[in-house]
T-cell receptor
Framework: NAGVMQNPRHLVRRRGQEARLRCSPM?????VYWYRQLPEEGLKFMVY????????ESGMPKERFSAEFPKEGPSILRIQQVVRGDSAAYFC????????????FGAGSRLTVL | GENVEQHPSTLSVQEGDSAVIKCTYS??????FPWYKQELGKGPQLIID?????GEKKDQRIAVTLNKTAKHFSLHITETQPEDSAVYFC??????????FGAGTRLTVKP
């Protein structure tokens, strides 16, 4: 079991470009969560998805950010027209069940916007 | 929604001493309280968790206590070792709510 796989581990973008972060959940997990972590800060919830459905996107900025978890393939967090303030570590976590259950985290994708 | 507060933000102890980190939560429906350890450059790793039907859980040098009435829970690490140095996060969730995290505690264990 390979665990939660995130790629790329590091991504550098210039202002105005697009960033795409991918997350493959653990085998058998159909619930995916994305969190953002700014330097020296905690984990901020962004979005919760199940296959082909966005369940809760209350933590995601209304503009420029989108997420999907298609029937086939990884979950993708997409940031359009990146700005310097988007520089952060983005963590994906997965769970086999909805509700109050253990989340398994990936190693994160570190986005740097120049 | 759930709001989790965590204290202290930094904690420095001497090797062999105990470390205690405290968290409070706001949503009385929360029933699952995990603790995660994050080492530099890595993702958070679950170290212990507790559900609302118990008041205490222990795993070797790590223990967690839960006071549902007061809505607070704590992490206790005894006989600390330098490899315990990391950032620790508490979290709370319920069957109807996503997991919310505290702001983290940076623990430094001095040899």
């Amino acid at each position: 079991n390979a665990g939660v796989m995130q790629n790329p581990r590091h991504l550098v973008r210039r202002r105005g470009q697009e960033a795409r972060l991918r997350c493959s959940p653990m085998k058998g997990h159909s619930h995916v969560y994305w969190y953002r972590q700014l330097p020296e800060e905690g984990l901020k919830f962004m979005v919760y998805l199940q296959k082909e459905n966005i369940i809760d996107e209350s933590g995601m900025p209304k503009e420029r950010f989108s997420a999907e978890f298609p029937k086939e393939g990884p979950s993708i967090l997409r940031i359009q027209q990146v700005v310097r303030g988007d520089s952060a570590a983005y963590f994906c976590a997965s769970s086999p069940l909805a509700g109050a259950n253990v989340l398994t985290f990936g190693a994160g994708s570190r986005l740097t916007v120049l | 929604g759930e709001n989790v507060e965590q204290h202290p933000s930094t904690l420095s102890v001497q090797e062999g001493d105990s470390a205690v980190i405290k968290c409070t939560y706001s949503d009385s429906a929360s029933n699952y309280f995990p603790w995660y350890k994050q080492e530099l450059g890595k993702g958070p790793q679950l170290i212990i968790d507790i559900r609302s039907n118990v008041g205490e859980k222990k795993d070797q040098r790590i223990a967690v206590t839960l006071n549902k009435t007061a809505k607070h829970f704590s992490l206790h690490i005894t006989e600390t070792q330098p490899e315990d140095s990391a950032v620790y996060f508490c979290a709370a969730s319920s069957d109807n709510n996503d997991m919310r995290f505290g702001a983290g505690t940076r623990l430094t264990v001095k040899p």
